[in-house]
């Protein structure tokens, strides 16, 4: 797949709503014309202050993330140009002083779930996906990965849900919704909603083709 431009495919969703299922089958499907960018990678960088301090952060607030650098480098991508992009440990909840560079591919995945909420970005993708999957699910996904993944407690999980992610879900992520040109229920097991969007990926691809 050669394109003239980056197709520019935004997947948005609640935690643990399935976002990166949906984006890796993307892949899969495209294999290395495929650049998957998570939103989690441009959390701020956090070094100021001890883990304590960097644990009262409210990580699904939109300021906990430094989105316009996000914007940057999508642009500098649609540019056919490198980027250096930023690298996040869970573990210590700071941004890594390592980066690693990207170059651009014929579909750019940008996947988190406030990506709809910044207007600057929603306006460079050319599909907008949201993954929507039932509450009570995407907490048992949630605290799975943090303690699988990010080395939490299930009560550190149950309370930074409670006290930040559905609230922030409900102020910010729900609302978004409404810019999605596609909304996925189930997520990567809804395999005839997942063959559509590989289809429409393959049609916007073909139109982009020189």
């Given at each position: ?7 520019i495919?935004g ?10 299922t949906?984006?890796k089958?993307i ?9 998957y960018?998570p939103?989690d990678?441009?959390?701020?960088d ?5 883990l304590k301090?960097r644990?009262?952060t ?5 300021t ?9 480098h999508v642009?500098?991508l ?50 907008k996906?949201y993954?929507d999957?039932?509450?009570?699910i995407?907490?048992?996904r949630?605290?799975k990965?943090?303690?699988q ?15 930040q ?8 992520g729900?609302?978004?919704k ?12 809804n395999?005839v ?7 429409s ?5 073909r139109?982009?083709?020189?």
């Open positions: 797949m050669k394109t003239q431009r980056p197709l495919i997947i948005a969703g609640g935690t643990g709503s399935g976002k990166t949906v984006a089958k892949k899969d499907h495209f294999g290395q014309d495929v650049l960018i939103h990678n441009y959390y701020k956090q070094s100021e202050l001890s301090e644990a009262k409210n990580y699904d607030h939109p906990a993330l430094d989105t316009d650098l996000l914007v940057q642009e500098t649609i540019l056919g140009k490198s980027i250096q992009m930023p690298l996040y440990d869970f573990a210590t909840s700071n941004r890594m002083k390592e980066t690693t560079m990207v170059f651009p591919k014929p579909v750019i995945i940008v996947e988190g779930i406030l990506i709809f909420e910044h207007e600057k970005l929603r306006e460079l993708m050319d599909i996906i993954v999957t039932d509450a009570d995407r907490l048992g949630r605290i990965r943090d303690i993944e990010r080395g939490r407690t299930i009560e550190y999980s149950l309370n930074q849900y409670l006290s992610s559905r609230p922030m879900h409900l102020a910010f729900e609302p978004s409404k810019y999605a040109d596609i909304i996925l229920p189930e997520g990567g097991e395999k909603g997942l063959q559509m969007i590989i289809h990926i393959e049609n916007r691809g139109k982009n083709t020189k």
